[in-house]
């Protein structure tokens, strides 16, 4: 909500939970699980990639 004496401005925490509820909105929450899925396996793979490039594993 914005603060008082701020007429018509929102900090950039409103902003962004209010774009990310408008996202929610339009493409559903399965959106956020598999977009999270996503980046999980493409961490790990990085991650194990490095790890063979140290000599690691």
Known sequence: MPKPG???QMTVS???RKGGLK???AYGVEFYEEIGKK???KVRE?????K?????R
Do not use: C, P, T
């Open 6 to 8: 701020n007429k018509g």
């Open 14 to 16: 409103e902003a962004g």
């Open 23 to 25: 996202v929610r909105d």
């Open 39 to 41: 980046g999980g396996h």
């Open 46 to 50: 990085l991650i194990e990639e490095g």
């Open 52 to 56: 063979r490039a140290r000599g690691q």
